[in-house]
Each structure stands twice: as C-alpha cells, then as structure tokens.
C-alpha cells in the first residue's frame, strides 16, 4: 500500500450507499406527488360532477315547475329527476371517500336540495300546481345556490 | 316458542320501478297507495320487515315522506326503528334521508 493513500472501498460504499438511498427517496417522493396529484384530480372531479349534476337538477326543476304540461310528460320528467338525485347521491359518495370527508359531510345541504324539489307538488298531478307556493323556485336556487358553494370549501 | 316473523319486499319488483309523488290521487304508484297497499298490511303481520329500495329509477321526498314519514307519525320512531330494515344497494345515501323524515314526522304525530 502507497503510504498517504487512503484504504480503497469505505469511501465508494459510503457513496454508494448515499446513491442508493437518495435514489429511493426521489422514487418514493415522487410515487407521493404523483398519488397526491391524482387524487388531487379525483377531488376535482368529483367536484365539478357533483356541481354540474346540481345545475342539471336545478335546471330541470325550474322547468317542472314552471312549464305546464301534460301529466304523463310531468312524471316522466319527475322520474328522470329522482334519477338524476339518485346519481348525486353516489357522485357525492366518491367524493366523500376520496376526500376523506365524514360520511354525513354533505347530508343536510343534500337533504335540503332534494326536499326543495322533490317534496310536494312534486310527481303530483297538473291539477295541483295551482296550490305552488310561489317561493319554491327561490327555495330551489337558494338550497342549489348553498350546496354549490359547500362543494368550492372541498380541500383539494 | 313462537318464532318471529320477517318479511322481505323488493320494492321496485313487486311495487314499481317508477314510485311515483304523495297521494293516490296525483298518480300510479304513489307514496300513500305504497303505505297503504305494501307496508301497512306487511308492518303489522310480521315481525320485522325488511324493504329493499334497490332498483328503482329513484325516488321523490314526496313519495318517501308520505310513505315512511306517516309510518312514524302512526308508530313513533323507536317502535319503527326496532321493525323496519332499509336497503338501497344502488343509493345507499337515501337510507339516513328516510330514517330522518321517519324521526322527523314521528315528532310531529
């Protein structure tokens, strides 16, 4: 051995070592971004679905209560509506799960859309209308109006 | 021993895949028609029953608040809570609704 050398191998293992292990982090820091970004874009998602679902309904409520029509078309339109309550409900559910909200996040401002529109008159008869409390709409876009806005609080 | 009976109805094979609004008289398939044909007569022969929502289009507070709201009003809240199962494999969210209109009109009766 070359006097004033160094002993071969401890420095190369110790840098080896650091490769090895600084490699990994970069791996797994980036395996994190990459989950926190998609789940970040399922958030977003589910989000924009539950928001353009509550304009549809809203939409499609105004109409109902608005447009006089024959009775079999008004029940079609009321069933397509608890249809489209029925697809919130689980958009919300997703959401729910994958912003690890509690269960029952959204259950009131839920519940107060959907008594807004589907309470009665709703899938009543034509013959009924007359009785329509004239501030229905107004309940109708203010519970939308509410629950629109609980889904912008959503943290990404 | 008498052994308790439990009755099982697939609401949207046996009643409709369409439940219609509040009354008989505002249509096929209504809320009160439901009550009074279906879940009235099977609440008080049996035991315990078990509804299953599962597969219908989807329904209206309307249809759920005159048949389960009313079942609380008649019965109270904890008598129904002991007797009646809900099921709704395709929306299970509207359970907790109906629990709330069935706590709800029980308060008011």
């Known amino acids: ?12 293992l ?15 820091i980036g395996r994190f971004w990459q989950r926190k970004d998609q789940s970040s874009a399922q958030i977003m998602d589910g989000v924009q679905n539950a928001c353009a679902a509550i304009d ?19 029940r079609s339109k009321s069933a397509l509506i608890n249809y489209k309550f ?17 269960e029952q996040h959204f259950f009131h401002i839920n519940t107060r859309f959907f008594d807004s529109v589907t309470k009665s008159p709703f899938g009543d008869a034509l013959a ?22 609980a889904l912008r609080q959503v943290k990404r | 021993m008498k052994q308790a009976t439990i009755k099982h109805y697939r609401l949207a094979e046996e009643f409709s895949s369409f439940p219609g609004g509040r009354l008989r008289k ?21 035991d315990k029953i078990v509804i299953d929502l599962t597969g219908t289009v989807g329904y209206g507070a309307s249809f759920l608040d005159e048949a389960f709201g009313e079942l609380g009003k008649l019965f109270g809240f904890s008598e129904v809570h002991k007797k009646l ?11 907790p609704m109906i629990w709330a209109k069935i706590k709800i009109a029980s308060e008011e009766g």
């Open chain 1, 1 to 12: 051995m070359v006097e004033g050398s160094q002993p071969c191998g401890g420095d190369g």
């Open chain 1, 14 to 28: 110790l840098e080896l070592v650091f490769v090895l292990v600084s490699g990994l982090a970069g791996v797994l």
């Open chain 1, 56 to 74: 549809d309904i809203t939409l499609d409520a105004i109409s109902y209560f608005t447009v006089v029509e024959q009775n079999d078309i008004k």
């Open chain 1, 86 to 102: 029925k697809k919130l409900r689980n958009e919300l559910r997703i959401l729910v799960a994958s912003a690890k909200l509690d």
């Open chain 1, 128 to 149: 009924d209308y007359g009785d329509l409390d004239g501030n229905r709409i107004d309940l109708i876009q203010s519970a939308a109006s509410d629950f629109l806005e």
């Open chain 2, 26 to 46: 505002h249509g096929p398939y209504s809320g009160e028609e439901f009550r009074e044909d279906v879940l009235l007569p099977l609440y008080e022969s049996s």
């Open chain 2, 85 to 95: 199962e809900l099921r709704a494999d395709d929306d299970p969210d509207i359970i």
